[in-house]
């Protein structure tokens, strides 16, 4: 079983930078982070092989958002710089439910923590 923990989220201005920190119970090979907002479906944001130079981003956060891990303090992180306004939303940390591919499709993922609030007020 692998448990996930989320922290660091929180209100800022547009503009602002927020990290976000997963705890990790047990590294998989790919480990993501997800965002939901009211009304819509969650979306894949980031995401990295562990232990790996590769990593994915959604678009719309390309070069604001940067996802690293620390593999022997068992923390992934998720830097957000430049927040805008339609940033805002619950972010969960996600690991893949088995070997394979990595991306920011949630056919990836088996797991995910309770999430973290982010909010972007204009």
Same mark, same amino acid.
């Given at each position: 079983? +692998?448990?996930?923990?989320?922290? !660091? &989220? ?6 602002? $930078? ?5 705890? *990790? ?19 894949? +944001?980031?995401?990295?092989?562990? !232990? &790996? ?6 678009? $719309? ?5 940067? *996802? ?55």
């Amino acid at each position: 079983q +692998v448990q996930l923990a989320e922290s !660091g &989220g929180g209100s800022v201005q547009a503009g602002g $930078s927020l990290r976000l920190s997963c705890g *990790v119970s047990t590294w998989k090979n790919c480990m993501g982070w997800f965002r939901q907002s009211p009304g819509k479906e969650r979306e894949g +944001v980031a995401a990295s092989f562990v !232990g &790996g130079a590769e990593t994915y981003y959604a678009d $719309s956060v390309k070069g604001r958002f940067t *996802v690293t891990q620390d593999v022997s303090k068992h923390l992934l992180f998720l830097q957000m710089n430049s927040l805008k306004p339609e940033d805002t939303g619950t972010y969960y940390c996600a690991a893949s439910r088995k070997t394979g591919g990595c991306g920011l499709g949630r056919n990836y993922y088996g797991y995910y923590g309770r999430g973290t609030q982010v909010t972007v007020s204009p």
